[in-house]
């Protein structure tokens, strides 16, 4: 299983970018699947995730509102919309899967399959 996202670059603050994420050998259609993210110097943080359905999404507070996590036709990517972004959002981004229909939560060692992350810079 390969899981690959796309989609990351260069934006001003308050500016809009779209990630990508999707799988090899695996379809994501019966599997939660999460965003994370990792600043230079800190952990790696929950972002957002998504049920295999689509019906059920999470966010961390601090992307609240101005993140959205959604599936793709056929459920086969799952796309993080970033809008309103700042230089704290600067960060690579990794998608993660489940071996679980539901999100097993914020803690990254309850996701299964990661991928190799996009970076994401905010300039002010």
């Known amino acids: 299983v390969q899981v690959v996202e796309s989609g990351g670059g260069l934006v001003q603050a308050g500016g809009s970018l779209r990630l990508s994420c999707a799988a090899s050998?695996?379809?994501?259609?019966?599997?939660?699947v999460g965003w994370f993210r990792q600043a230079p110097g800190k952990e790696r943080e929950f972002v957002a995730a998504i049920d295999w359905r689509g019906q059920s999404t999470s966010y961390a507070d601090s992307v609240k509102g101005r993140f959205t996590v959604s599936r793709g036709g056929a459920k086969s990517t799952v796309d993080l919309q970033m809008n309103s972004l700042s230089p704290d959002d600067t960060a690579r981004y990794y998608c993660a899967a489940s071996i679980r229909s539901y999100s097993p939560g914020s803690d990254s060692r309850n996701w299964r399959y990661w991928g190799q992350g996009t970076l994401v810079t905010v300039s002010s």
């Open positions: 050998r695996f379809t994501f259609s019966n599997n939660a």
